[in-house]
């Protein structure tokens, strides 16, 4: 287990200049060093390096941190895998230690370390497989429909291209299990037989799952299949392309937000970095999030499908991505056309000028709202609906004040939000207190005689608070911690403090659907806070949760070396 003295021999050894110095061109002022901000559009140097301090303050939009800091955000790594990169460079082992439990790493237990490793490497295995099987004779009719989709030979050997002959699971050196746990087996059947098959990769560009296509008419199944979720993929969780995206946002170029892997992979054979895409699902909240974090600052563009289905999805992402904070620009296409044949039509100049100049999903809405007709009282009363709607998306901030102003213009008034039902008496009055949920009585005892426990709920409950902090509250969901009682947290916990806390949490969960039961009167549970819920606490994987306490324990030594950093602010 890495301590404080193994993150402070990395930092000695480790000169955040010279790190730094390896993206930004820095000039040495005074004591520090200064240079043009990674993190923001500038033309005057703000980004500010102290080596004495040893950390970075961009003095334009606030970046800072420390050397563990900058590599998680120039790299998209977790804390734990940060330490491990930093710790190679700097020639420094990490400390593993008993911990009642049994040896752990920095990051995970060896257990579940073990089933991600054992799971990339099957991906890897079978990206060659299906690659060697692609350039085969049998890979010939596949050949042929990339050829047709005018998928250069150069995209194919970059995104990982494969064909899946129905037998190529015999030729792998794996066991049936861990084809299932890796998410190429469904029970006995091969997911991916007779199918195109494109690798899916996590943020690092780590292979983690694939998506099928299916080309020929006799395969069975939809036209797409893509893997079940596994121990280094939940679809939900990730977007196909923000590794191949790195480049266009040092770059400070928007994501562009695509419908599909094919629709970003036509983009990029013309030169245009920056596409994402779901991987099997429509965009969620955590993906809205996780574009609102890796953009910085610069709004994404929308590029759907022309049709009915296309439209009403870029309405759904554009909902998502003003809640989370951005302000999106959307590119409308004709009725026939996607994201392929638009840029095959407009090329790559045209393409990108009009990316570049996309206009912003809140300026249409005011542009179609001021076409509307208003005449009647119905049509009226269907543009402000319509106004209202929008409203509704936005959180507080400069982009609310904005669009309001530009609707008082119009409108005259701000609109009612319907979707904001008045609150029942109930419902008003248990809004009115500080906490609607309760730590278990067993827990807080468990808290205050082992610290490490109130630690580790404060973690996850303070995690949970920071990325749902909003949405929780509009429900009356506020996580509740344990104030902690001072001393040393003592070494990391074993496997039966971490099911008591499990217990516990479930129990936390059993509370929350309570509360949306009482809020929800005859109307029922809020159907969204119940799937956040859902996925918070891990319902449909249990053992997720387990792992996300064991991961959490081990960074209490990691990230948090006081206190300050496990208790919430007063």
Same mark, same amino acid.
């Given at each position: 287990?890495?301590?404080?003295?193994?993150?402070?021999?990395?930092?000695?050894?480790?000169?955040?200049?010279?790190?730094?110095?390896?993206?930004?061109?820095?000039?040495?002022?005074?004591?520090?060093?200064?240079?043009?901000?990674?993190?923001?559009?500038?033309?005057?140097?703000?980004?500010?390096?102290?080596?004495?301090?040893?950390?970075?303050?961009?003095?334009?939009?606030?970046?800072?941190?420390?050397?563990?800091?900058?590599?998680?955000?120039?790299?998209? *790594? $977790?804390?734990?895998? @940060?330490? =491990?990169? !930093?710790?190679?460079? /700097? +020639?420094?082992?990490?400390? #593993? %230690?008993?911990?009642?439990?049994?040896?752990?790493?920095?990051?995970?237990?060896?257990?579940?370390?073990?089933?991600?490793?054992?799971?990339?490497?099957?991906?890897?295995?079978?990206?060659?497989?299906?690659?060697?099987?692609?350039?085969?004779?049998?890979?010939?009719?596949?050949?042929?429909?990339?050829?047709?989709?005018?998928?250069?030979?150069?995209?194919?050997?970059?995104?990982?291209?494969?064909?899946?002959?129905?037998?190529? *699971? $015999?030729?792998?050196? @794996?066991? =049936?299990? !861990?084809?299932?746990? /890796? +998410?190429?087996?469904?029970? #006995? %059947?091969?997911?991916?037989?007779?199918?195109?098959?494109?690798?899916?990769?996590?943020?690092?560009?780590?292979?983690?799952?694939?998506?099928?296509?299916?080309?020929?008419?006799?395969?069975?199944?939809?036209?797409?299949?893509?893997?079940?979720?596994?121990?280094?993929?939940?679809?939900?969780?990730?977007?196909?392309?923000?590794?191949?995206?790195?480049?266009?946002?040092?770059?400070?170029?928007?994501?562009?937000?695509?419908?599909?892997?094919?629709?970003?992979? @036509?983009? =990029?054979?013309?030169?245009?970095?920056?596409?994402?895409?779901?991987?099997?699902?429509?965009?969620?909240?955590?993906?809205?999030?996780?574009?609102?974090?890796?953009?910085?600052?610069?709004?994404?563009?929308?590029?759907?499908?022309?049709?009915?289905?296309?439209?009403?999805?870029?309405?759904?992402?554009?909902?998502?991505?003003?809640?989370?904070?951005?302000?999106?620009?959307?590119?409308?296409?004709?009725?026939?056309?996607?994201?392929?044949?638009?840029?095959?039509?407009?090329?790559?100049?045209?393409?990108?000028?009009?990316?570049?100049? @996309?206009?912003?999903?809140?300026?249409?809405?005011?542009?179609?709202?001021?076409?509307?007709?208003?005449?009647?009282?119905?049509?009226?009363?269907?543009?402000?609906?319509?106004?209202?709607?929008?409203?509704?998306?936005?959180?507080?901030?400069?982009?609310?004040?904005?669009?309001?102003?530009?609707?008082?213009?119009?409108?005259?008034?701000?609109?009612?939000?319907?979707?904001?039902?008045?609150?029942?008496?109930?419902?008003?009055?248990?809004?009115?207190?500080?906490?609607?949920?309760?730590?278990?009585?067993?827990?807080?005892?468990?808290?205050?005689?082992?610290?490490?426990?109130?630690?580790?709920?404060?973690?996850?409950?303070?995690?949970?608070?920071?990325?749902?902090?909003?949405?929780?509250?509009?429900?009356?969901?506020?996580?509740?911690?344990?104030?902690?009682?001072?001393?040393?947290?003592?070494?990391?916990?074993?496997?039966?403090?971490?099911?008591?806390?499990?217990?516990?949490?479930?129990?936390?969960?059993?509370?929350?659907?309570?509360?949306?039961?009482?809020?929800?009167?005859?109307?029922?549970?809020?159907?969204?806070?119940?799937?956040?819920?859902?996925?918070?606490?891990?319902?449909?994987?249990?053992?997720?949760?387990?792992?996300?306490?064991?991961?959490?324990?081990?960074?209490?030594?990691?990230?948090?070396?006081?206190?300050?950093?496990?208790?919430?602010?007063?």
């Amino acid at each position: 287990m890495a301590d404080r003295e193994v993150i402070e021999a990395i930092k000695e050894r480790i000169d955040l200049v010279e790190l730094i110095g390896e993206t930004v061109t820095l000039q040495k002022r005074g004591q520090n060093f200064l240079g043009l901000c990674p993190f923001h559009n500038e033309k005057t140097p703000s980004f500010n390096v102290s080596p004495q301090r040893g950390s970075y303050y961009c003095f334009g939009c606030q970046a800072k941190g420390d050397l563990f800091d900058w590599v998680q955000e120039q790299e998209f *790594l $977790s804390f734990p895998e @940060a330490l =491990e990169r !930093l710790a190679a460079r /700097a +020639g420094v082992e990490l400390k #593993r %230690r008993g911990g009642g439990g049994g040896e752990r790493e920095a990051s995970v237990d060896d257990g579940h370390r073990q089933r991600m490793d054992d799971c990339r490497r099957v991906c890897r295995d079978a990206i060659r497989l299906f690659a060697d099987a692609l350039a085969a004779p049998v890979g010939a009719a596949a050949r042929a429909y990339l050829q047709d989709r005018g998928i250069s030979r150069k995209i194919i050997e970059s995104a990982g291209f494969g064909f899946a002959p129905a037998d190529a *699971l $015999s030729h792998l050196n @794996a066991s =049936e299990d !861990l084809l299932q746990m /890796a +998410g190429l087996l469904v029970g #006995r %059947r091969f997911l991916f037989a007779d199918r195109i098959v494109l690798p899916l990769r996590d943020e690092q560009g780590r292979p983690v799952a694939f998506t099928g296509r299916r080309f020929l008419p006799e395969t069975e199944g939809g036209k797409y299949v893509n893997s079940p979720a596994t121990p280094v993929f939940e679809k939900s969780r990730l977007l196909y392309g923000l590794d191949r995206a790195r480049t266009a946002l040092r770059n400070q170029q928007p994501l562009i937000l695509v419908e599909g892997p094919l629709d970003g992979l @036509a983009l =990029e054979q013309y030169g245009i970095d920056g596409a994402i895409a779901g991987s099997g699902t429509s965009l969620s909240a955590y993906h809205a999030e996780l574009i609102a974090r890796r953009s910085r600052g610069v709004h994404p563009v929308l590029l759907f499908d022309g049709d009915q289905a296309g439209r009403d999805a870029a309405e759904k992402a554009a909902f998502l991505l003003l809640g989370a904070g951005l302000s999106p620009r959307v590119i409308h296409l004709a009725d026939s056309e996607d994201p392929d044949s638009w840029v095959r039509s407009v090329g790559e100049g045209e393409a990108r000028r009009r990316i570049e100049n @996309a206009p912003a999903v809140l300026d249409q809405v005011i542009d179609a709202l001021n076409r509307a007709p208003a005449q009647t009282v119905d049509e009226k009363s269907a543009r402000e609906t319509e106004a209202g709607r929008w409203l509704a998306q936005i959180p507080d901030g400069p982009l609310l004040n904005a669009f309001s102003d530009r609707l008082l213009e119009l409108l005259g008034r701000l609109p009612s939000l319907p979707t904001r039902r008045r609150q029942r008496p109930l419902e008003a009055e248990m809004n009115l207190r500080e906490d609607r949920l309760e730590v278990p009585p067993r827990l807080r005892q468990m808290g205050t005689d082992r610290p490490r426990v109130a630690a580790l709920w404060n973690r996850w409950c303070m995690t949970v608070e920071a990325s749902h902090g909003e949405r929780l509250a509009q429900w009356g969901l506020g996580m509740p911690t344990i104030p902690l009682s001072g001393g040393s947290l003592g070494q990391p916990g074993d496997r039966q403090l971490h099911q008591q806390v499990l217990r516990c949490l479930n129990q936390l969960h059993i509370q929350a659907m309570r509360v949306l039961r009482q809020s929800g009167g005859q109307e029922g549970p809020n159907l969204e806070a119940q799937q956040l819920l859902n996925r918070l606490f891990h319902r449909a994987q249990p053992r997720r949760l387990l792992e996300e306490l064991v991961r959490m324990d081990a960074e209490l030594d990691l990230k948090a070396l006081d206190h300050g950093d496990m208790e919430p602010p007063p």
